[in-house]
């Protein structure tokens, strides 16, 4: 059973490389063990929303239903012959997440499948709840390790990091989320109207949730703080590119950061967490 618990969480972490180089990055100066469980968190909310997002040649709600059972069969059984299941089964049980946080998450992938224009903030507050903020959550069961007190201390800042961090990736991936999506996650915002104005408007909104978010990862214990304070200014960074990117030409490409900055960027937050000055 310890070699397959092994493969299941190198699985995860093949996913997590292979997926997002800039999280892997982040993650790799966790202590091995709240690294493997963020990998076994991170497989499992990206094949969910690779689900709903990527795979439409397929019976998107049958799979991600079965997807959901089989999570739900590895919780009950201690066991799911799908290796990322399996490494998220075992992380929920060790740190105990709560399973309404993993409820709350396949909600919202399930709402991505039938719904693709939100109204007002009311609902998109809802869907970055279970989309993104219960991640961070789930992330910070992991860092608190037990630590009830710390833990509700940290929950408005994870959640506002985890509000950052999804509105910043649906401001970069206007074009797509449009194109290929036909989603509309921002109220405010139609392709027809789509100004400088309103790009700030959306961008003002993103940085009061960073400021908030940032008062928590100063709090954070041991290296969970540079971990994800490097994660938060790879995404500040994101932001800022897309503050100086002119609004049409936001809808017409994906900003990204450059490997050479991303790097830059890793050195300075490793120097701070150094010096204590995060």
């Known amino acids: 059973m310890d070699l397959y618990n092994e493969i299941a969480f190198k699985t995860s972490k093949l996913i997590t490389r292979k997926y997002s180089t800039s999280f892997s990055i982040a993650v790799s100066f966790l202590s091995n063990e709240m690294r493997q469980a963020i990998y076994g968190i991170y497989g499992f909310v990206r094949f969910a929303d690779e689900i709903v997002d990527s795979f439409h ?4 709600k049958l799979v991600l239903d079965n997807f959901e059972r089989d999570y739900y069969d590895a919780i009950a059984n201690g066991i799911s012959m799908n290796p990322v ?15 309404h946080l993993v409820e709350s998450f396949l909600k919202s992938m399930k709402t991505d499948l039938n719904k693709q224009v939100y109204n007002n903030t009311d609902e998109l507050n809802e869907y970055i709840y279970g ?7 789930m992330c910070l069961m992991v860092f608190v390790n037990g630590n009830e007190k710390l833990y509700n201390h940290l929950q408005k800042p994870a959640m506002k990091l985890g509000s950052a961090f999804q509105k910043v990736n649906f401001l970069r991936d206007l074009k797509s989320d449009i194109e290929h999506l036909d ?4 109220p405010q ?16 909104n993103i940085e009061t949730d960073f400021k908030e978010a940032k008062k928590g990862i100063n709090e954070l214990p041991g290296r969970s703080k540079l971990a ?6 790879y995404y500040k960074k994101l932001l800022k ?28 937050a490793y120097v701070k967490y150094k010096l204590n000055y995060v």
């Open 228 to 233: 994800v304070y490097i994660a938060y200014t």
């Open 189 to 204: 915002f139609d392709i027809s109207n789509f100004s400088e104005d309103v790009k700030h408007e959306l961008i003002k």
């Open 131 to 137: 989309s993104a903020d219960v991640v961070g959550l």
């Open 241 to 268: 590119n897309l503050k100086s990117t002119p609004a049409h030409k936001i809808i017409n490409t994906r900003i990204r950061v450059a490997s050479h900055i991303k790097l830059m960027l890793l050195g300075k």
């Open 57 to 60: 040649s397929i019976n998107q």
């Open 183 to 186: 989603r509309r996650y921002f």
């Open 85 to 99: 299941l399996h490494s998220f089964a075992l992380t929920v049980n060790k740190y105990k997440i709560p399973n």
